[in-house]
């Protein structure tokens, strides 16, 4: 595990983080790759990630990667170090609401559904321009950047969808770009990349899937 940690911790050479995600995964596995010097991880279920903040040291930079429900907001406001999915201008407007009452500051990434896919979730391309200029107007609200979970199929197929993403986050001057998974970071790093999220290169299958 620790080997395979390490690999891509290089790969990602100075401009981009690798996020271990940890859904479905036990607090001492977690710990172990903690061990190796990791810092973010990312949770996909509200649920599950606050019962990890608790158990797990407090120097752990939490990822909420997950589609949010409104009605949850109010678990992770405050929680977490930065909110990957938002996705609707509702639930923007709700994390704003709330860390005006918590009175703290939530930093966002609006999520993009950059291949038209039915199945997923995201502001779509044409949309985009539009909702983030209401968004990074509301209150306690950062809007970091853009992030895209892209097909389900090889980095080579996905590369097109990343150097729109790239596009798409310069053309709003946005800094952070949360894209790649195991099948396809290493093109995700290549076109620019600063967050990629990895699951089962580092912690293997899971036995179920819950996203
Ligand atoms: C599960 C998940 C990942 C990690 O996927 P792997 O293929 O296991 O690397 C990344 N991003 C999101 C949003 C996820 O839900």
């Avoid at 949010?68 to 938002?86: A, E």
């Avoid at 195991?182 to 899937?209: C, H, M, P, W």
């Amino acid at each position: 595990m620790k080997d395979n940690v390490l690999k891509i911790v290089n790969e990602c050479g100075s401009n981009c983080t690798l996020i271990a995600v940890s859904k479905t995964k036990g607090v001492d596995l977690i710990r172990e790759v903690y061990d190796s010097g990791i810092r973010d991880f990312g949770e996909n279920k509200v649920q599950e990630l606050l019962s990890k903040i608790d158990l797990l040291p407090n120097d752990i930079r939490w990822h909420m990667i997950g589609h949010l429900q409104t009605n949850k907001v109010k678990d992770v406001v405050g929680r977490v170090y930065l909110i990957h999915s938002v996705d609707s201008l509702r639930l923007a407007r709700e994390i704003s609401k709330c860390s005006v009452k918590k009175g703290v500051v939530s930093n966002i990434l609006l999520e993009v559904n950059i291949a038209s896919e039915e199945s997923k979730y995201g502001f779509s391309v044409s949309e985009l321009d539009t909702s983030y200029n209401e968004i990074k107007d509301l209150e306690n609200i950062n809007v970091l950047g853009l992030m895209c979970v892209a097909p389900n199929q090889s980095g080579s197929e996905n590369r097109v969808y990343f150097k729109k993403m790239k596009k798409l986050s310069d053309e709003l001057n946005l800094s952070v770009l949360s894209m790649g998974m195991s099948n396809d970071y290493k093109e995700a790093i290549l076109e620019g990349a600063t967050y990629i999220r990895v699951g089962t290169l580092i912690f293997g299958k899971r036995d179920y899937d819950i996203n």
